[in-house]
């Protein structure tokens, strides 16, 4: 099995700095990034959404575009929100205390992610605030490969250039609609969407396989950590499933965060079936089980 992962406490027994956890969950500032690195480091392929911000750009919520919240100190509990809140360590009484914080202000998140012990349990003391989500995925299998895959990469999948962003963009719209339910168009006419795919390509972290002018295949590195590549976003062109496409091209992306001395990760509904079979075929395996819950 690939990974480091933690047991997670649920009790409240003795232990920490219970002043600290007496006030709730705090803020926490720049004096607190070593031992908030030491716990995302401590489970890396789990953690790794959230490390890829703090390794960079430290703890400040400006750069971050979130706050770092802990009850006792972080080797205790953590929890990252901003436009997704995601709890990475504590018990019931920790995120109880996110869960206060989180409702003293208007909800800012679009969903909930995380290891599906942590994220279910938050989501059940937020539910009666926040009202119902609009979609509760409680089982998604997290995976992990740490070395070549199983199956050849596809030569033809490749970084995206910038002149074939609106290309690219066709393809991660229909994708984002399938995946997500919604069109991520419909807020601003798709001007951050844009930009935000934009930047990925600008960054070298999307790939794609094209055939004429058009996208057949599309992935894209959407956190990279100093440990961890997360793959997210796969996605083949309905005329093309089923031919090996997505395997190939998984493989690929795969192979190239591998090459960049990563682990390869993402996570996937454990009811797609498909996905599943062809993450198996490529060589992943789990290492965690995480949850989302999708807001409107």
Request: one cysteine or more; a neutral charge; hydrophobic letters at 45%.
């Amino acid at each position: 099995m690939v990974g480091v992962t933690r047991p997670l406490d649920f009790s409240d027994g003795p232990g920490g700095d219970w002043v600290l956890k007496l006030l709730g969950a705090r803020q926490l500032g720049t004096r607190d990034r070593a031992d908030v690195l030491q716990v995302l480091d401590a489970d890396p392929i789990a953690t790794c959404m959230v490390a890829a911000r703090v390794q960079d750009l430290g703890v400040e919520p400006r750069a971050i575009n979130g706050e770092l919240w802990s009850r006792g100190g972080p080797a205790e509990s953590l929890c990252f929100s901003g436009a997704n809140l995601v709890p990475l360590r504590g018990n019931l009484s920790d995120l109880r205390a996110f869960a206060d914080r989180a409702c003293r202000v208007p909800r800012m998140c679009s969903s909930l992610v995380g290891r599906a012990e942590l994220t279910m349990p938050l989501w059940e003391m937020l539910e009666a605030d926040w009202g119902p989500a609009r979609e509760v995925r409680a089982e998604q299998p997290l995976l992990a490969l740490a070395g070549p895959p199983a199956i050849a990469p596809d030569p033809r999948v490749r970084l995206v250039r910038m002149d074939e962003l609106d290309a690219y963009l066709v393809a991660a719209v229909a994708m984002f609609i399938e995946e997500v339910g919604i069109d991520p168009r419909a807020s601003d006419g798709g001007r951050g969407y844009r930009r935000r795919v934009a930047g990925l390509i600008a960054s070298g972290r999307a790939w794609a396989r094209f055939e004429g002018g058009k996208v057949i295949f599309k992935a894209e590195v959407g956190s990279m950590s100093a440990q961890v590549g997360q793959i997210q976003g796969v996605w083949v062109h309905p005329r093309f499933r089923g031919q090996g496409f997505g395997g190939a091209g998984t493989a690929a992306v795969a192979q190239a965060v591998v090459d960049s001395g990563r682990i390869a990760s993402l996570y996937v509904n454990s009811f797609n079936r498909a996905a599943r079979q062809t993450y198996d075929r490529v060589g992943f395996s789990q290492v965690a089980t995480f949850a989302t819950i999708l807001m409107d």
